[in-house]
């Protein structure tokens, strides 16, 4: 499983409040990245990380803020949240260096509603 | 504006019947994945296709690769009802670090 955890992994808050997602990596993957997957939409790159404090926004990154002040540790935050925003969200790494492949390897998912 | 289409979006078939899943998209890319996704789970690698004209099987699923077509596909042969789940396409850029994935194809395979 790529030694991926998310957390936490079901959150119910209320239109307004911050919202402080977080993933966790144990093998040290420079990328890592955030999704939010929605019925119709598949999934879609919220924002990406290629390295401590080395991040860069996706296609629906409005609303969202993310942070990366360690290697293993990619934070995902909604300052204000909105109904617009109660979906799933998936965080992935890539591996690299070493490997042709390139592959992204999901962690378990974090259902959040915002009502 | 890179897409990334998938069709069908449902599909509904008997168990021993065969299928194809197909994946189209609109950016240069030597690099292409498959996923699977249980409902209520997190998505599981299938196949990595790295190169035009590759092909992967595992078990009952086939996928392959037309770079140049911008065409992917994922083959079912004789289908059983364990294979009921939705499949996503992904594609990278050649240039660029993102994944943009396909909306996904819901198969249910009826005993």
């Known amino acids: 499983d790529a030694g991926i955890t998310q957390s936490p992994r079901h959150k119910v808050t209320e239109t307004g409040t911050p919202v402080t997602l977080r993933c966790h990596q144990t093998?040290?993957?420079?990328?890592m990245y955030w999704y939010r997957q929605d019925p119709g939409h598949g999934l879609r790159l919220i924002h990406y990380s290629y390295g401590v404090k080395d991040t860069d926004k996706g296609e629906v990154s409005d609303g969202y803020s993310v942070s990366r002040s360690k290697t293993e540790d990619f934070l995902l935050t909604l300052e204000s949240a909105t109904s617009s925003q109660t979906s799933v969200y998936f965080c992935a790494i890539r591996t690299t260096s070493g490997n042709i492949y390139n592959e992204q390897f999901f962690g378990p998912g974090t259902r959040l509603t915002v009502l | 504006e890179l897409k990334v289409e998938q069709n069908p979006l449902f599909l509904s078939m008997q168990e021993g019947k065969n299928y194809t899943i197909y994946c189209n998209y609109s950016?240069?890319?030597?690099?292409l994945y498959w996923y699977r996704q249980d409902p209520g789970k997190s998505l599981e690698s299938l196949f990595v296709l790295l190169s035009n004209g590759a092909v992967k099987q595992e078990g009952r699923l086939m996928a392959s690769l037309d770079t140049k077509a911008r065409l992917s596909t994922l083959h079912i042969t004789a289908a059983v009802h364990d294979l009921s789940a939705t499949y996503f396409c992904?594609?990278?850029?050649?240039?660029?670090?993102?994944?943009?994935f396909g909306t996904g194809t819901s198969l249910t395979v009826i005993p």
């Open positions: 093998e040290n993957h420079r990328y």
């Open positions: 950016t240069t890319s030597d690099r």
């Open positions: 992904a594609v990278t850029p050649n240039t660029g670090n993102q994944f943009y």
